[in-house]
């Protein structure tokens, strides 16, 4: 969407009509889903709806904030101010994003670190204990025995399915 917001102020901008200037942003190649979308765009303020009307109706691409921004600048007689104005808020909030994900970055690797360091303990050193208490005999405690449990849980196939569904999830919620 900054991509089209940029190039809609530029030829504004120069005083290429909207009309024209949308035709002409629909003809860069850009994903054919987002093509068909600046088409569409295209044809609708061609055939007489204002450009708010027009970005309305794709309201999965063009949020709230843009709609009401260009209709704003069209009813003022502001419009290339607006894009402009609209294109810093799109791009600030893009380096929001960029910044938060980068504060996320160093404690999902701790915490992945984390729980790697756990799993090691569980699978590999904690099996060997079971072995230690058989030979002395003795019965482990209720902590201990959970703890086995949990080590032989992590040690099967279930624990690879759990780990798989949990990681589609993760990346699902990431992404």
Do not use: W
Request: hydrophobic share 55%.
């Amino acid at each position: 969407m900054l991509h089209y917001i940029i190039q809609l102020h530029t030829l504004i901008n120069a005083g290429v009509r909207i009309p024209e200037a949308l035709n002409i942003i629909a003809g860069y190649p850009m994903s054919a889903y987002f093509s068909s979308i600046a088409y569409d765009i295209a044809d609708h303020v061609a055939q007489g709806i204002s450009l708010e009307g027009a970005l309305a109706k794709h309201s999965v691409v063009f949020n709230g904030i843009a709609v009401q921004v260009i209709h704003i600048g069209q009813e003022s007689g502001s419009l290339p101010q607006s894009l402009q104005v609209l294109v810093h808020h799109l791009e600030s909030v893009i380096d929001f994003k960029k910044k938060l994900r980068a504060a996320f970055l160093l404690p999902a690797i701790t915490f992945s670190f984390f729980i790697l360091i756990i799993a090691i303990v569980l699978i590999m050193i904690v099996p060997q204990f079971v072995s230690l208490c058989a030979t002395m005999g003795k019965q482990v405690p209720a902590s201990t025995q959970m703890l086995l449990n949990i080590s032989n849980f992590l040690r099967s196939s279930q624990a690879l399915i759990a780990a798989a569904v949990f990681s589609v999830l993760i990346f699902g919620i990431a992404n």
